[in-house]
């Protein structure tokens, strides 16, 4: 059974980072693509980032492009969020999430991820 499992969340002053961390185990890690959601109180789940197997395409929502970065270690079966310059409007519940295929016109569609971690809670205070 695979398993996605979360760390590295927290409470940080807005204009600060935090890196966010994704390990699975009970698969072969670089047989998914990997991504990262977030749901704020209130709100839907909201896609942030994905990359692809190999780490050769990457995706980010317009929200967080050029503040957070998705990277992955097969290695280490780990994928990462660093996310910088943070804003309160950042703060939600990060899931990280893991499909057998990147779509590049669906790559942001919840659907189609396959697994899902439990989510680490994200604040961010002004």
């Known amino acids: 059974q695979v398993q996605l499992v979360e760390s590295g969340g927290g409470l940080v002053q807005a204009g600060g980072s935090l890196s966010l961390s994704c390990a699975i185990s009970g698969g072969t890690f670089s047989m998914y693509a990997m991504g990262w959601f977030r749901q704020a109180p209130g709100k839907e789940r909201e896609f942030v980032a994905a990359?692809?197997?190999?780490?050769?395409?990457?995706y980010y929502s317009t929200t967080v492009k050029g503040r957070f970065t998705i990277s992955r270690d097969n290695a280490k079966i780990t994928v990462y969020l660093q996310m910088n310059r943070l804003n309160p409007e950042d703060t939600a519940v990060y899931y990280c999430?893991?499909?057998?295929?990147?779509?590049?016109?669906?790559?942001?569609?919840?659907?189609?991820?396959?697994?899902w971690g439990q989510g680490t809670q994200v604040t961010v205070s002004s």
């Open positions: 999430a893991a499909s057998f295929w990147l779509d590049g016109s669906r790559y942001y569609k919840d659907g189609e991820y396959h697994y």
């Open positions: 990359i692809n197997q190999s780490g050769g395409r990457i």
